[in-house]
Nanobody
Framework: QVQLVESGGGLVQAGGSLRLSCVDS????????MGWFRQAPGKEREFVAA????????SYLNSVKGRFAISRDNAKNTVYLQMNSLKPEDTAIYYC????????????????????WGQGTQVTISS
């Protein structure tokens, strides 16, 4: 069973950095594509980044390309989101998500691809 726990959120000034972590307590992390989503107040949840379990390829929301980096450490069952050059519009609750074990085909930017979600961590960027 997958249980995801995020950490690393907080309040930083614009231009600053944060690193989010998400630990999977299950035993199949290494065979799951992992994603990060975010939801700002009054807005729908949106895809931020994903990293596959097959070749560790990554994909990003256009507005975060070059500023955010997703990575994974299978030995620690952990996926990270390094966020640099943060902007006030990055303010949101950030959620970690896990795809089904062994599944590699799909649209990683869709929330429907993922079957497990963390509780979220708040990221607030002040101007």
């Amino acid at each position: 069973q997958v249980q995801l726990v995020e950490s690393g959120g907080g309040l930083v000034q614009a231009g600053g950095s944060l690193r989010l972590s998400c630990v999977d307590s299950g035993r199949t992390f290494s065979r799951r594509t992992m994603g990060w989503f975010r939801q700002a107040p009054g807005k729908e949840r949106e895809f931020v980044a994903a990293v596959t379990w097959t070749d560790y390829s990554t994909s990003y929301l256009n507005s975060v390309k070059g500023r955010f980096a997703i990575s994974r450490d299978n030995a620690k069952n952990t996926v990270y989101l390094q966020m640099n050059s943060l902007k006030p519009e990055d303010t949101a609750i950030y959620y970690c998500a896990a795809g089904n074990s062994g599944v590699w085909a799909g649209f990683y930017a869709s929330a429907d691809f993922y079957t497990a979600w963390g509780q979220g961590t708040q990221v607030t960027i002040s101007s």
